[in-house]
């Protein structure tokens, strides 16, 4: 478990390592560069996941369960909201259901804590999902960058979770005003770091306002940049930092 930065959360944890390059926002993923940075400073757990192509750090597509990390829930004291696979995804086609069950098994056994899953591969997440037990603590999510990924929602509203959530981040085209019903939360940012791509305020507004028609939860994170901390998170002159009202 570390402490984050990041607004909707209170820490993460990453049972699994490692990921792949899927669709467009994972272009400038972060987590690609912070692996890099860990593997240099001797951090076993990232060795061999990243390699330098044409001047940036990409994922090899190496991705394993980590058995250190596994485990380390149960050492928590205070209940804590936790995003689950900040550097990788749960549910990439090369982690094997006992890997995942493995993972399940953990996050049922510590109903104090609210565990946040967020993955792009949203048809493994409808079908593992289904074979799994439904848990209060468990809240399910899909990460959507353009509208090519919208199909990510339906999946979403198919699979087995009590609460279920959509990170807009990077959002890199205006998606107009999905329908946003059965969806519990919506969290939307701009990318940020040294090739961030624009994002609009007319495409935040849009989600704005399709969250408020569907009576889901809207927090906004950032509008991203270069300089992420410089242009805030402040929408309307104010900030929205809401979070569903189905707690576990």
Not at 21 to 37: D, F, K, P, S
Not at 198 to 222: D, G, I
Request: proline share 4%; glycine share 6%.
């Amino acid at each position: 478990m570390s402490d984050t930065n990041i607004e909707w959360t209170d820490a993460t944890w990453n049972p699994t390592a490692g990921c792949s390059i899927l669709t467009e926002g994972c272009t400038n993923c972060y987590a690609m560069r912070m692996a890099a940075r860990l593997e240099a400073m001797g951090v076993e757990k990232y060795k061999g996941l990243t390699r330098k192509s044409g001047g940036r750090y990409k994922w090899t597509g190496e991705i394993r369960l980590d058995e250190k990390s596994l485990n380390t829930p149960y050492s928590w004291k205070q209940p804590r909201l936790v995003f689950v696979n900040s550097m990788s995804d749960l549910f990439h086609e090369d982690l094997t259901t006992t890997d995942i069950t493995r993972v399940w098994k953990v996050m049922s056994d510590l109903p104090q804590h609210t565990f946040q899953i967020l993955t792009k591969r949203d048809e493994n997440l409808k079908r593992i999902t289904k074979e799994l037990p439904r848990l209060n603590n468990v809240w399910l999510g899909v990460s959507i960058e353009n509208k090519k990924q919208l199909s990510r929602i339906e999946n979403l509203r198919r699979a087995n979770g009590c609460v279920k959530f959509i990170s807009f981040e990077p959002l890199l085209e205006n998606l107009e005003q999905p329908s946003l019903d059965g969806i519990d939360w919506a969290i939307v940012g701009g990318e940020s770091g040294p090739y961030a791509r624009p994002m609009k305020e007319e495409w935040v507004e849009n989600l704005f306002y399709a969250s408020r028609r569907a009576n889901t939860a809207f927090h906004f994170k950032q509008w991203g940049g270069k300089q992420k901390k410089k242009a805030g998170r402040e929408l309307h002159g104010r900030t929205y930092d809401e979070f569903p009202s189905l707690l576990a």
